[in-house]
């Protein structure tokens, strides 16, 4: 049956609906069953609303991931951002880790399919929460051989994770991300200011906790607010 019939798509349609409102195993099963029956396994919109519907149901990606892999090229970056993004935050039920966002772009690149924009803003999530330096390192490398590397909402994110993934805080990194941004917005100066007063925050609280014994609370709180503010 031609992909373009009346008669797809609205079975389409219909699973489409009837993925979105799944709340138990079974009735996920039958319908990734329909969808292979079907033809529709790698439609764009079904694909990314299994794998959605996979990670909330099962509470384990290895559903959404098989899926991902049968439609080897044929699936969309969205779809794998999908994956990818869930994984990046909090992992997706039990043994999960943002560890595992990384091992589906793996996947991801490993099936042929392009990333974008928005997939290195999940796999950065990740690298904070894993706060692995040589991890955002191996991030970093991806977007400059893909082409990311002028992308402001990209390096924005960069900047945060450069100084976030690294117990000292690596300003210097975060600095150089953003004199390379050809065309900053106003998210790229909060972010470099935040970077900066994380930094001064760190100075202080080492400060607070080197004070020597015998000063009182408020002495202390005095002393750290004429620091860094001018006065």
Same mark, same amino acid.
């Given at each position: 049956?031609?992909?373009?019939? !009346?008669?797809?798509?609205?079975?389409?349609?219909?699973?489409?609906?009837?993925?979105?409102?799944? %709340?138990?195993?079974? !009735?996920?099963?039958?319908?990734?069953?329909?969808?292979?029956?079907?033809?529709?396994?790698?439609?764009?919109?079904?694909?990314?609303?299994? &794998?959605?519907?996979?990670?909330?149901?099962?509470?384990? !990606?290895?559903?959404?991931?098989? *899926?991902? $892999?049968?439609?080897?090229?044929?699936?969309?970056? &969205?779809?794998?951002?999908?994956? +990818?993004?869930?994984?990046?935050?909090?992992?997706?039920?039990?043994?999960?880790? !943002?560890? /595992?966002?990384?091992?589906?772009?793996?996947?991801?690149?490993?099936?042929?399919?392009?990333?974008?924009?928005?997939?290195?803003?999940?796999?950065?999530?990740?690298?904070?929460?894993?706060?692995?330096?040589?991890?955002?390192?191996?991030?970093?490398?991806?977007?400059? $051989?893909?082409?990311?590397?002028?992308?402001?909402?990209?390096?924005? *994110?960069? +900047?945060?994770? @450069?100084? %976030?993934?690294?117990?000292?805080? /690596?300003?210097?990194?975060?600095?150089?991300?953003?004199?390379? +941004?050809? /065309?900053? /917005?106003?998210?790229?100066?909060?972010?470099?200011?935040? &970077? @900066?007063?994380?930094?001064?925050?760190?100075?202080?609280?080492?400060?607070?906790?080197?004070? $020597? %014994?015998?000063?009182?609370?408020?002495?202390?709180?005095?002393?750290?607010?004429?620091?860094?503010?001018?006065?």
């Amino acid at each position: 049956m031609p992909l373009g019939s !009346p008669h797809l798509a609205s079975m389409e349609h219909e699973l489409l609906r009837i993925l979105r409102s799944i %709340k138990a195993p079974r !009735p996920l099963l039958q319908t990734h069953a329909q969808l292979v029956a079907a033809g529709l396994a790698a439609s764009p919109r079904l694909l990314t609303a299994l &794998v959605s519907a996979a990670l909330s149901v099962l509470s384990s !990606p290895r559903h959404g991931a098989a *899926a991902l $892999r049968a439609a080897g090229a044929d699936a969309s970056t &969205v779809a794998h951002n999908t994956l +990818i993004e869930r994984l990046a935050g909090r992992g997706s039920g039990r043994g999960c880790s !943002p560890e /595992d966002a990384l091992a589906a772009y793996a996947a991801m690149r490993g099936a042929g399919v392009p990333p974008n924009g928005f997939t290195f803003t999940f796999l950065l999530r990740a690298c904070e929460s894993l706060r692995r330096l040589p991890t955002c390192w191996c991030v970093h490398a991806q977007i400059v $051989r893909c082409g990311f590397a002028g992308d402001v909402v990209v390096q924005n *994110a960069l +900047i945060n994770v @450069y100084y %976030k993934c690294s117990d000292m805080g /690596d300003v210097a990194a975060a600095r150089q991300v953003f004199d390379e +941004i050809p /065309d900053r /917005d106003v998210v790229s100066w909060n972010s470099i200011i935040g &970077v @900066y007063m994380l930094e001064m925050l760190r100075g202080q609280w080492n400060c607070l906790r080197g004070c $020597r %014994k015998g000063m009182s609370f408020h002495g202390t709180l005095l002393l750290l607010g004429s620091r860094g503010w001018g006065t």
